[in-house]
C-alpha cells in the first residue's frame, strides 16, 4: 500500500513537472555576433548584432529602438539574405529576417558588415552557434565576399577583444602584413568557405 | 528514515504541481490575450515628393502585435526608401502615439513598413501621420479613407510643425482621390477639389480623421 502511493506520487511528481516544461513559451532561437566596424574616429571596433528568423513572407525588419540603420546598410542585408539562401541551397522566402544592434551607437552604416549578417543568417537557420573567438569582415558582391576599408583598424580591434581568427576576403589588401603575428588571418572567396571558421 | 525521505517526495510533488499549474495558467491566458488581440494593421497614404520635386504618394503600413517593446522598420526594398530621418521621425511618432494613448509600449512591438510606387524623397515629413496609424493601431481603430495628413513633429509633445512642399503633395492627394488633406497650421493652400484644413497637434489631426 504504502510502495503504490509512493509509485503514484513519483509518477505525478514527473508529470506535474513534464507539463510545466511543454508550456513554457519557446522563444525563438536567436544568433548573437560580433562584427567590425570603424568609429567616426576611424579606430576600428567590434559591434554586437542579434539576428533570428521566424515564419514570415520574405521580409526584413531592423530594430530602430535605438539604432538608425543607413540605406546602404539595407542593401548590404538584402545581399546577406541572397547569400545566405544560395550557400544553403534553400529559399528563406517563407522567413522573416530581424536585425537588432546590441551596442549602444547611433548609426548602422556601410556594406562591410554583409558577410558577417549572412553568416548569423546562416548559423540562425541551422541552429547552430558562431564561434566567439572568430570574425569576419567582408562585403559581398555577387555571392562573392568583397573587400572592405579600414581592415588594419579592424584587425587591432579584434586582436584586442582577445579574438584568434580574422576572415576576410581573398582581394583584401591589408597595410601592416605584421598583424599577422597578433590574430590568425585566414583568406575565403565565398561564404560557405568563410563558415568553415566561423561556426562552431 | 523512511519519514523523511517520504515527506521530501510529498513536498516535491506539491511544489511541481503548483509550478506545473502556473505556468499552465499563465500559458493560457496568453493564448487567450493573444487570440483576443493578436495584431492590428493600419494603411495610410503619406502625401511626399518625389525626386524632381513632384507630389507623390507613399503608403505607411503600421502593425501593432504583443510583443516586448520592440519597434522595427520593414528593409528590404532595392530602392531604400527609408533613410535615417525617416526613422528617427517614426521613432519619435511611436513615441508621441504612446503619450497620447497611454498604452504601455513595453508590452508591444510595432512594426513600420513604407512602399511608394516612384522614387520619393525620404525625410521627416511621414511625422504625424506615422503618429496618427500608430495611435489607430495601438487602439484598434479604423481611420476614414478620405483624409491624408501632412506634417513633421518637432518632439514628443504631439505638435506638428511645417513640412513645405505642402501645395505640390496636395495636387497628388486629389489626383488620388481623396477629398481632405490635414496640414500644419500656417501651411494652408488652395487646391481645388480638395479641402485644406490647417491642424496645430497630432491629437486635433486625429479627431478629424475619426469623424
Known amino acids: 500500500m504504502r510502495r503504490l502511493a509512493l509509485l503514484a506520487l513519483v509518477v505525478l511528481c514527473g508529470l506535474a513537472l513534464a507539463v510545466g516544461y511543454l508550456l513554457l513559451p519557446s522563444p525563438h532561437y536567436k544568433t548573437q555576433f560580433q562584427a567590425c566596424a570603424v568609429t567616426l574616429g576611424g579606430e576600428g571596433t567590434l559591434v554586437w548584432f542579434e539576428i533570428y528568423m521566424r515564419q514570415g513572407s520574405g521580409k526584413t525588419f531592423v530594430n530602430i529602438q535605438s539604432a538608425r540603420f543607413r540605406e546602404d546598410t539595407e542593401q548590404s542585408l538584402l545581399k546577406a539574405r541572397l547569400a545566405a539562401e544560395e550557400t544553403l541551397g534553400t529559399s528563406l522566402k517563407n522567413y522573416d529576417i530581424t536585425l537588432d544592434m546590441l551596442t549602444p551607437q547611433d548609426n548602422v552604416a556601410g556594406e562591410s558588415a554583409g558577410a558577417a549578417f549572412a553568416s548569423a543568417l546562416v548559423a540562425n537557420y541551422l541552429q547552430r552557434p558562431l564561434r566567439g573567438d572568430a570574425v569576419i569582415s567582408a562585403a559581398l558582391s555577387d555571392g562573392k565576399l568583397a573587400p572592405v576599408g579600414g581592415i588594419d583598424e579592424k584587425m587591432v580591434a579584434a586582436a584586442e577583444a582577445g579574438k584568434k581568427t580574422f576572415v576576410i576576403a581573398e582581394e583584401q589588401q591589408i597595410k601592416h602584413a605584421e598583424l599577422a603575428q597578433r590574430i590568425r588571418i585566414v583568406r575565403a572567396k565565398t561564404l560557405g568557405d568563410a563558415l568553415e571558421y566561423l561556426l562552431g | ?211
Open chain 2, 1 to 211: 528514515m523512511r519519514k523523511p525521505f517520504l515527506l521530501l517526495l510529498v513536498a516535491c510533488a506539491a511544489i511541481a504541481l503548483v509550478v506545473g499549474y502556473q505556468y499552465a495558467e499563465s500559458n493560457a491566458a496568453r493564448n487567450e490575450a493573444a487570440t483576443a488581440r493578436s495584431s492590428y494593421t493600419v494603411t495610410l497614404g503619406l502625401p511626399a515628393v518625389d525626386l524632381e520635386g513632384a507630389g507623390a504618394l507613399a503608403n505607411l503600413t503600421v502593425t501593432v502585435s504583443d510583443g516586448d517593446g520592440s519597434v522595427f522598420v520593414r528593409f528590404d526594398s532595392a530602392k531604400p526608401l527609408i533613410n535615417t530621418e525617416t526613422q528617427s521621425s517614426l521613432r519619435l511618432a511611436l513615441d508621441v502615439a504612446g503619450k497620447l494613448t497611454r498604452e504601455n509600449l513595453s508590452k508591444r512591438n510595432v512594426y513600420y513598413s513604407i512602399s511608394a510606387p516612384s522614387d520619393v524623397v525620404g525625410g521627416y515629413s511621414a511625422g504625424a501621420a506615422a503618429a496618427i496609424a500608430t495611435i489607430a493601431a495601438l487602439r484598434s481603430e479604423e481611420l476614414r479613407d478620405d483624409t491624408l495628413v501632412t506634417g513633421r513633429l518637432g518632439s514628443d509633445d504631439g505638435k506638428i510643425a511645417p513640412v513645405g512642399k505642402v501645395e505640390e503633395k496636395a495636387v497628388a492627394v486629389r489626383e488620388a482621390g481623396y477629398s481632405v488633406l490635414l496640414v500644419p497650421k500656417g501651411e494652408g493652400a488652395e487646391e481645388e477639389g480638395l479641402r485644406i484644413i490647417e491642424v496645430s497637434t497630432v491629437a486635433e489631426a486625429y479627431a478629424l480623421m475619426r469623424e
